[in-house]
């Protein structure tokens, strides 16, 4: 029996960027998040008394590793030392093999997979060799190739464990780096694969579990939910899997319905309600919350200046402990059936509606911010952000419709 923490993409010095308006204290403990959620998983892999923890890729944010994250990461690994534990790394698309640090000496129990080809490592106790774990890092930031071909297949008794920080076929909102076949995966005869890359846990297989564990901490409203890590125990053909949430502050998002709210107040008294059920001990909460519903508000709320009230009025200011902390309120209310079909026969308004679903004219829009030496910093949008564009673009449509009709 072999038992194992299987964890990726720490991404440990995230800028978190976009972010920085926060306030301070607010934007601090978050900077700190994936540190403290590394921590946590290392203290959990030792009250788990495991044999050793894989690191599937992306330890930090870029190439250019701070000697403060680096200096982190080997102190947690010197304490694995000391009980006894191995550390087996990958290096993924953003911590690339080709990437500029401080060259540390690490502790005698971490070992690191080689660039350019499979690597073979093996585990063994009390002088028992017991598992084949196989991987292999990022040589380069974009490792386009499919490597998995290369992968040894499973010939004796021993556990086998692949890790693979890439793509797998069909899935998007990822580099394509690295892309794989869950079918070649499954060729290989292996006890299990710990892939990284994704940053949502994912299982793409259960026997034997080929599986994504997510980041550790999410980094923005598009990672959403715990964040962590498996423990794993892999007993001859038996395997058992038990996800560990560590993360320091989680992303989370609630719909607050106005269908049946006919007044300013009562929508306050509705979001403070919604809001006290993310409250979880010792953890911080970034939420965002979603009004929805055709309600007789949709005017009130059209106003921005309501929105901003209320955003104030729900905001926390202490972010020692136990907090949910507002970041955004998202107004996708509509009106009334007979008010909206009125407002949308407009000639008007349709060729206006035919120009935001071409995505070409989008770009175009924004084209001259992208080109800004400042502006293009924060102009990171993915397929979430363009229909929240588009969805908003309709609203303030629909709003000077009925202001003119």
């Keep these: 029996m072999i038992k194992f923490l299987h964890c990726a993409d720490l991404h440990l010095d995230s800028p978190f960027k976009g972010l920085s308006s926060l306030p301070e204290g607010l934007f601090q403990r978050l900077f700190d998040s994936t540190f403290v959620s590394f921590k946590r998983l290392i203290d959990l892999a030792i009250s788990e008394d495991v044999d050793f923890i894989i690191i599937a890729g992306d330890l930090y944010d870029s190439g250019n590793r701070s000697l403060k994250a680096q200096s982190f990461l080997k102190n947690c690994f010197t304490i694995l030392n000391s009980h006894n534990i191995n550390v087996y790394v990958v290096h993924g698309n953003h911590d690339p093999l080709d990437g500029q640090w401080v060259d540390l000496e690490w502790p005698s129990n971490v070992h690191f997979f ?30 386009t190739d499919d490597r998995t071909l290369h992968y040894p297949e499973k010939r004796d008794d021993l556990y086998h464990i692949g890790i693979l920080h890439g793509q797998a076929d069909g899935y998007s909102g990822h580099s394509r780096y690295a892309p794989f076949l869950l079918t070649e995966l499954l060729k290989k005869g292996y006890d299990y694969w710990a892939l990284g890359h994704i940053h949502k846990r994912t299982d793409l297989n259960l026997e034997p579990p080929v599986r994504y564990s997510g980041n550790i901490q999410g980094r923005h409203s598009g990672e959403l939910g715990e964040k962590g890590g498996y423990i794993v125990t892999l007993n001859h053909n ?132 992208s080109t800004h030496r400042t502006a293009r910093k924060y102009l990171e949008l993915n397929e979430q952000d363009w229909e929240d564009i588009k969805q908003q673009a309709e609203q303030l449509l629909l709003s000077e419709l009925h202001k003119n009709g």
């Excluded at 585990?123 to 084949?132: N, P, R, T």
């Excluded at 929508?267 to 993310?278: A, D, G, M, Q, R």
Aim: hydrophobic share 40%.
């Design 114 to 143: 080689d660039g350019t080809h499979i690597k073979t490592l093996h585990f063994e106790k009390q002088g028992i060799v017991l598992a084949a774990l196989h991987g292999f890092s990022y040589e380069t930031a974009a490792v």
């Design 238 to 369: 038996e395997v058992k899997s038990q996800f560990y949430s560590t993360s320091e502050i989680d992303w989370q998002e609630c719909r607050v319905d106005l269908t049946e709210v006919d007044n300013l107040q009562e929508v306050i008294l509705l979001c403070e309600k919604k809001i006290s059920t993310f409250l979880q001990q010792n953890k911080g909460v970034l939420l965002v919350l979603k009004l929805t519903g055709r309600t007789q508000l949709y005017l009130d709320l059209l106003d921005g200046t309501f929105i901003e009230d209320l955003e104030e009025i729900l905001r926390e200011e202490d972010y020692d402990s136990s907090f949910v902390h507002v970041v955004a309120i998202k107004n996708v209310t509509s009106p009334s059936l007979q008010e909206e079909q009125s407002m949308k026969q407009s000639g008007f308004f349709q060729d206006l509606q035919s120009v935001l679903e071409d995505d070409t004219e989008l770009q175009l829009a924004i084209s001259e911010l």
